[in-house]
């Protein structure tokens, strides 16, 4: 009785612990499914969007009279579906014009291949056939090494050569080869079709919007970094002061974020050849200037890199002497956060697609804090004989310095990415509301600045009619001269 009792306890435990094993395994997908979710809630409809274009798609074999036309043939349908419905327009839209045009011309190769073997009867045309998909498989293959064909038209010229080697052979045995070819193209336009109809009026995920907003969250991440990198770096000299004034950073997360920055040049080209093949959206309009935006994410990785490794003085184990770092932590600090500022400026500019000259500004703040910090390091290293000591703080130095560059060169490139589409030029004083609000169409260029009532004025008087005065309005003349002045 103490065995069977001992066999059926244990059973027990071991079924209550499947069942905790299982119910763990439930929770844990459910949770990580909710985060995708949450995070991204287009994934979620992304989803839906491939299950309706399969639910349409399966009418084919649901409708007797559409599939006595099409016949086997329709599972091409259902593959193309599977095969091409990607999470962007572009993505979308790329593969299936891949596959459509890929599939055309290869069926089109095909059948003359046929055509051509059965010239040379029936014994030469297994061996004819064999050469022309040798050749055609070949120079197909080679071409795909080509980077240009590579990021564009990979999957093209892999169907190609599916198609042409399932043509030529299924048709060596089929006497119907063009009604084979027709039914296979035909259900693969239908397929692409659905796909293309779904991607672009249900909900559409633009690739171009995507990258557009990929380079200002770039931007956004370093400039978090630099403007909370001074006060990180001389935190000994704040002490329990600063600790408590930044008590919503405690996280630290804000020094963080840079890193996803170092691997962000595969999205970004992935999603710049998607973008090509999108249709004019919003803002943006055929032959947009997608090469920019990645010379500019090519210049904030480089930003990045230095960032890195500026991030290594924060925690490092050799620290430069207190008084040392009490001499340099004005222009430091004021280097870090100009440049912050800059590149939030311009993340928001990007963003707002406009531009104004506030960034100029921050840049032109941060050089002359640099200035300020190569005097006060020349006097330093005057004074100062330990030079070991005071290395780790002077290279941090030097590494913003370097990124003030970077930053330059980064505006450079966002101000040509802004005249090649043709950003609006707005006040730097707006705020991001007003600027929505301004209207498109303005009657000048430029800014009108009100008058400062402290400094002496000059009043110009025209004698006659203006140009923009309606008739009969003629300007009277002051006595006493055209010209008068006031202080």
């Known amino acids: 009785m103490e065995v069977i009792g001992s066999a059926s ?5 071991l079924i209550c612990r499947g069942w905790w094993w299982f119910k763990a395994l439930v929770v844990g997908v459910a949770t990580k499914t909710m985060k995708l979710g949450r995070d991204d809630p287009r994934r979620v409809i992304h989803a839906l ?41 572009g993505a979308t839209l790329g593969k299936g014009l891949n596959r459509g045009l890929a599939t055309l011309l290869a069926g089109a190769l095909g059948v003359g291949a046929h055509h051509l073997a059965t010239l040379s009867g029936e014994k030469g045309a297994p061996m004819v056939l064999s050469i022309f998909i040798f050749i055609l498989a ?14 564009r038209y990979d999957y093209g010229v892999v169907i190609f050569i599916l198609t042409f080697s399932l043509v030529s052979v299924s048709g060596y045995h089929a006497d119907k080869i063009l009604q084979l070819a027709r039914q296979r193209l035909s259900t693969i336009l239908m397929g692409g079709c659905i796909c293309l109809i779904i991607s672009i009026f249900i909900c559409p995920v633009w690739a ?11 931007m956004e991440k370093l400039a978090d970094f630099l403007e909370g990198f001074g006060g990180e770096y001389f935190e000994s000299d704040h002490g329990d002061e600063k600790s408590a004034s930044d008590g919503s950073k405690s996280d630290k997360s804000f020094l963080q974020g840079y890193k996803s920055v170092l691997n ?23 032959f947009h200037p997608w090469d920019q935006y990645l010379k500019v994410g090519s210049l904030i990785r480089q930003c990045s890199y230095r960032i890195e490794a500026l991030s290594d003085y924060i925690n490092s184990d050799i620290q430069a002497p207190l008084e040392f770092k009490k001499e340099i932590q004005g222009a430091c600090i004021k280097m870090s ?15 707002t697609m406009t531009q104004n000259g506030s960034t100029d500004i921050h840049i032109a703040n941060s050089k002359n804090a640099a200035n ?3 005097s006060v390091l020349k006097s330093t290293l005057t004074k100062n004989a330990d030079l070991l000591q005071i290395m780790p703080a002077a290279t941090a130095s030097a590494l913003l310095v370097e990124i003030i560059k970077c930053i330059e060169e980064i505006a450079e490139s966002v101000n040509e990415l802004g005249r090649s589409t043709k950003f609006k030029i707005v006040d730097p004083t707006l705020t991001a509301l007003e600027i929505k609000q301004q209207p498109q169409t303005l009657l000048h260029r430029g800014i009108v600045n009100p008058l400062d009532t402290d400094c002496p004025h000059i009043f110009i008087e025209v004698d006659g ?10 300007n009277s003349k002051v006595p006493g001269g055209g010209a008068s002045t006031s202080n």
């Not at 171009?208 to 770039?218: K, P, S, T, V, Y």
């Open 9 to 13: 306890h244990e059973k027990a435990g």
């Open 49 to 89: 969007k491939v299950g309706l274009a399969l639910s349409f798609v399966s009418l084919f074999y649901y409708f007797r009279p559409l599939y006595n036309g099409f016949g086997d043939a329709t599972m091409w349908a259902v593959l193309t579906v599977v095969v091409v419905f990607e999470y962007t327009v």
């Open 138 to 151: 070949a120079a197909a293959t080679f071409s795909r090494f080509f980077p240009g064909i590579k990021a």
């Open 208 to 218: 171009g919007q995507d990258l557009h907003n990929l380079i200002a969250l770039n």
């Open 264 to 286: 962000s040049k595969a999205t970004e080209e992935s999603l710049a050849n998607f973008a090509r093949w999108e249709p004019c959206h919003g803002f943006f309009r055929f």
């Open 337 to 351: 956060s100009e440049s912050g500022k800059a590149l939030r400026e311009l993340a928001s500019g990007v963003r």
């Open 372 to 374: 300020d910090l190569k």
């Open 465 to 474: 009619p203006s140009d923009l005065s309606p008739p009969g309005n003629v």
